[in-house]
């Protein structure tokens, strides 16, 4: 089982940017997906999450507004639109899937991607 994280780049502040999260080696059907993030020198923090059906979402606060998570069951793929992206959005974004109903709490998630980086210049 694999997740792959992918889209990360260098924007300018204000920017957008679109992750992508596909997921290969089996379907996710009754898995809740999220995005965490991991500045440099920080610890790993909850940023959105989606629930299997996509009918539910959570957001961590700082991200309201301006990212935007979707999901694809029949392409097994997660997507994470980001815009009006800000310096302290920098970080390693890893994508992840949590069996059952959505949660916020990274070890509820038992599959993990390696993770795209985001760097948001000033």
């Known amino acids: 089982v694999q997740l792959q994280a992918s889209g990360g780049g260098l924007v300018q502040a204000g920017g ?11 379907t996710f059907s009754g898995y809740g997906m999220g995005w965490f993030r991991q500045a440099p ?3 790993r923090e909850f940023v959105v999450a989606i629930s299997w059906s996509g009918d539910s979402t959570r957001y961590v606060d700082s991200v309201k507004g301006r ?13 994470l ?9 920098t970080a390693v974004y890893y994508c992840a899937a949590a069996p059952g109903a959505i949660t ?12 795209t980086l985001v760097t948001v210049s000033s």
Request: aromatic share 8%; proline share 4%; hydrophobic share 25%.
């Open 16 to 26: 957008s940017l679109r992750l992508s999260c596909t997921v290969s080696g089996r």
């Open 41 to 43: 020198g920080k610890e």
């Open 67 to 79: 990212f935007t998570i979707s999901r694809d069951n029949a392409k097994n793929t997660m997507n």
């Open 81 to 89: 639109q980001m815009m009006s992206l800000k310096p302290e959005d």
């Open 104 to 115: 916020t709490t990274p070890s509820r998630y038992t599959y993990w991607g390696r993770g």
